[in-house]
């Protein structure tokens, strides 16, 4: 299903419309669960010349798409917070108490576990709607989400203008060998951190 939506949406990579598709893609991939980096990975193997600007479209549409998925979490805490998270079937799943304390410890550490939230396969909107529901500061949020995803989107520009197609081949052989073994690296390190700095 994927590589056919990538494959309609790849059909504009030569069109006047390329930008404006590559925006409104990674603008709702802050919103939305979907997997962005093979449509910035085509894009920048076929148009080398433009990688670091499809880069920085990707980037601001995403933290704009982050922006958005922040204030739909603080819009559901104003005016249905209290509602969710003294319901019973809730408080069944996590306690109001322990809700608070979540909240609290996500204050506390809102810049390591903002930049945490932009390495995969954590996704990112589960990160920008919790920060808007638990009321995060608004500047933080923007500079660590600019951080996250400029890291994350110019690191696959500049890898892919520099290995293209050999890359691309390895990712789409190997791609579920690469999803668990990244998944399974970045759950110890993120564990390793919360043991020493949460608990």
Known sequence: MFAALYGWLGSFLHSRYAELILGLVFYLEAI?????????????????????????????????????SYAMGYLLWVHAGHQIIYNPYVAYVIKPETFTYLCSLYKKYEW????????????????????????????????????????????????TTQYGSSLIAFVKKYRYQCMVAGAAIISAVVWRIAVCYLF
């Open 32 to 68: 939305l669960l979907l997997p962005v980096e093979p449509m910035l990975m085509v894009y920048c193997h076929e148009r080398k010349d433009k990688a670091w600007w499809y880069a920085t479209i990707a980037t601001i549409s995403s933290v704009l798409g982050a922006l958005t």
């Open 112 to 159: 390591a576990a903002l930049l945490l939230a932009g390495i995969p396969p954590i996704p990112f909107k589960a990160a920008t709607l919790t920060a808007g529901f638990c009321r995060l500061s608004l500047i933080p949020f923007v500079m660590c989400a600019f951080i996250v995803r400029g890291i994350r989107f110019y690191g696959v520009a500049y890898v």
